[in-house]
């Protein structure tokens, strides 16, 4: 069940810590980029090529989260 603790990780700003925080975000993003590139270059322009993007992009911000958010 969800608590107010919980409520408000998820609506606070979580600074970078040590822990190589940034280092991480950043090949997060190189990472999905990467992928990103391979989407574009081996799929037709289309609506589920959009997608498929879309979702990546909510990858990046979700695996961001899960550090920002538990560290």
Same mark, same amino acid.
């Given at each position: 069940?969800?608590?107010?603790?919980?409520?408000? /990780?998820?609506?606070?700003?979580?600074?970078?810590?040590?822990? /190589? %925080?940034?280092?991480?975000?950043?090949?997060?993003?190189?990472? #999905?980029?990467? @992928?990103?590139? @391979?989407?574009?270059? @081996?799929?037709?322009?289309?609506?589920? %090529?959009?997608? #498929?993007?879309?979702?990546?992009?909510? =990858? =990046? @911000?979700? #695996?961001? #989260?899960?550090?920002?958010?538990?560290?």
């Amino acid at each position: 069940m969800l608590t107010i603790r919980e409520l408000e /990780n998820r609506f606070t700003y979580h600074k970078p810590t040590g822990k /190589n %925080q940034v280092k991480r975000y950043e090949e997060i993003r190189r990472s #999905a980029l990467n @992928f990103a590139e @391979f989407l574009f270059e @081996f799929t037709p322009e289309s609506r589920e %090529q959009s997608l #498929a993007i879309g979702r990546l992009e909510e =990858v =990046v @911000f979700w #695996a961001n #989260a899960a550090i920002a958010r538990n560290e």
